[in-house]
């Protein structure tokens, strides 16, 4: 079993590689679904992974903005620009995905990028392929499937377009079976330590994806109230991040 981890924050990052994470999913803003990562947050999550005596993976989610996934032009080109700069810094897998207008799957658009992928790596560098949760938004996940397969990418992520993969387990169950030896089906989205060999144990996957985040309150002594620097009101003294405890029992459960 393969245990990844999202993270959004090079502290976040460090907890899952202490709490035994098998793979770290890199993104920016977690509480908008993830956008794509700084190069800064890139390089660093690399080095602290890469200086330990059993590096993990890093996978880079490129996503230019929050919102759906119908992209313009202008936006398509950014996705693969971060693309290119990820693959260039030696990251081990892109997350990506695009749908079009009709909630299909924008093959022209993940061909940009999965060809950005081929024309940025070096030597024997491999690069891993994620269809992520776009494909929770798609009309027809089936349909949607067997595209992502012709694509050639190696995995969805997907909560079995359920509002967490617990409940979507029938649908995950089934996309399983008819993926099985073309694909890789990772659930994620409500992954807790409750629910997670539920999860594995009903639709056979290998792989499984969590957030194992926690509420982080900010170490600000002086705190000026009723001021936010984003819409609504967030709290500007808190903030959500990955839990090494939470990771370590993800990982016990998955072991027993």
């Known amino acids: ?5 999202c993270c959004a924050d090079i502290d976040s990052a460090g907890e899952a590689i202490s709490g035994g994470a098998d793979r770290i999913e890199l993104c920016s803003a977690l509480e908008a ?5 700084s190069a800064g947050l890139i390089e660093q999550t690399l080095w602290k992974s890469r200086r330990r005596l059993n590096p993990i993976p890093v ?5 230019p903005r929050p919102g759906d996934f119908l992209y313009s032009d202008k936006e398509l080109m950014q996705c693969v620009q971060d693309t290119a700069y990820a693959v260039g810094a030696q990251v081990d897998g892109i997350v990506f995905g ?17 060809d950005a992928i081929r024309q940025s790596v070096s030597g024997n560098q491999k690069v891993t392929t994620t269809f ?10 089936f349909e949607a499937l067997e595209v992502i397969i012709k694509l050639g990418f190696d995995r969805i992520l997907t909560s079995g377009q359920a ?5 979507g387990i029938t649908l995950l169950a089934e996309l399983q079976k008819r993926a099985k030896g073309h694909i890789s089906i ?14 594995v144990n009903a639709t056979g996957v290998t792989e499984i994806h969590a957030s194992a985040k926690i509420k982080v309150e900010s170490r600000m002594r002086f705190r000026r109230e009723g001021i936010g620097m984003g819409i609504g009101d967030a709290d500007e003294y808190a903030r959500y991040a990955t839990s090494g405890d939470i990771v370590k029992k993800l990982k016990e459960e998955l072991d027993k």
Do not use: Q, W
């Not at 679904?33 to 990562?37: A, E, K, M, N, S």
């Not at 695009?98 to 999965?114: M, N, R």
């Open 1 to 5: 079993m393969i245990l990844e981890i």
């Open 33 to 37: 679904g993830g956008v794509t990562p």
């Open 59 to 63: 996978n880079i989610l490129v996503r």
């Open 98 to 114: 695009a749908l079009t207008a009709d909630g299909e799957v924008d093959e022209y658009a993940c061909e940009k990028v999965l």
């Open 132 to 141: 992520h949760r776009a494909f929770d938004l798609c009309r027809d996940p």
């Open 163 to 167: 509002a967490t993969a617990e409940e």
């Open 186 to 199: 990772m659930p994620g989205a409500g992954v807790s330590p409750s629910n997670i060999c539920k999860i």
